[in-house]
């Protein structure tokens, strides 16, 4: 059977490629309905070391040190990191897993944008995140919205705990069921205080190919402290 890691690995340079095309569904789900939300929580990074927690191509962490962020980036998959480090020059990425090289209490802040549904060790993520943000640090998780992928896109039957789904090719990403509880059960277990949790629905315009993500939030937002 196939690792999580794998499949990553698999889908790393198409993933990359859908992310970036301007009119794709996938940009403008982000664009509209994601972005403005991570980009107000990730406000005043100038200086601020900062991690991107799962940060796939990377494009998290340009988009951070544009801004004077003192950032970096790891990931489960060598084929993102190779990636990152190709488009990002200058940033420091590593591959790591649900344990870090890094120190404890190093970062100011911890992103960690849209890996933690798709996580089936969810909570080893969260320890080590709470071990390397610094006392009074901010992490910030964002994950697809329980309520939208159970119901509209998963159709995910009574007792199943996984769904693998077919988002790039041929390539099934696993979904794990969890509600908003589990999650914040898991938060306050690494030792987490949630200071602020933001529902994200598109924003702005309406777009009609996206016209539904208007009407219901798709993804979720915490902002957390140590
Ligand atoms: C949906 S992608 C999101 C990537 C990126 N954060 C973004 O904003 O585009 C999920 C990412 O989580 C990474 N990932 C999955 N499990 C991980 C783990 N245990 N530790 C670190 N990264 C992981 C995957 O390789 C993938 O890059």
């Known amino acids: 059977m196939i690792s999580e890691k794998e499949r990553w690995n698999k889908v790393a340079r198409t993933y990359s ?45 340009g988009w951070l040190k544009n801004r004077g962020a003192k950032v970096v980036g790891c990931d489960i998959s060598e084929r993102f990191i190779k990636l990152a480090k190709e488009k990002y020059k ?45 006392p009074m640090g901010k992490a910030i998780i964002t994950i697809m919205h ?31 069921r969890r509600n908003q509880n589990s999650y914040e059960k898991a938060f306050q277990k690494a030792g987490f205080k949630i200071k602020k949790k933001q529902e994200c629905k598109a924003k702005g315009k309406k777009i009609k190919e996206i016209k539904k993500y208007f009407e219901k939030s798709f993804f979720l937002l915490w902002e957390l402290t140590k």
């Open 17 to 61: 490629k859908k992310i970036e095309e301007e009119n794709s569904q996938g940009f403008l789900i982000r664009e509209k309905s994601l972005n403005p939300y991570l980009f107000k929580a990730l406000r005043n990074v100038k200086s601020k070391k900062v991690l991107d927690y799962g940060c796939g191509d990377g494009w998290l962490c």
């Open 90 to 134: 200058g940033i420091e990425f590593k591959v790591t897993n649900n344990k870090t090289s890094y120190k404890n209490n190093e970062f100011d802040i911890i992103v960690c944008n849209i890996v933690l549904h798709i996580t089936k060790n969810y909570e080893k993520i969260l320890n080590e995140m709470y071990r390397i943000l610094k």
């Open 146 to 176: 329980p309520d939208y992928y159970k119901s509209e896109i998963a159709n995910f039957s009574k007792n199943q705990e996984t769904l693998k789904i077919k988002v790039e090719g041929d390539i099934p990403v696993t979904y794990y």
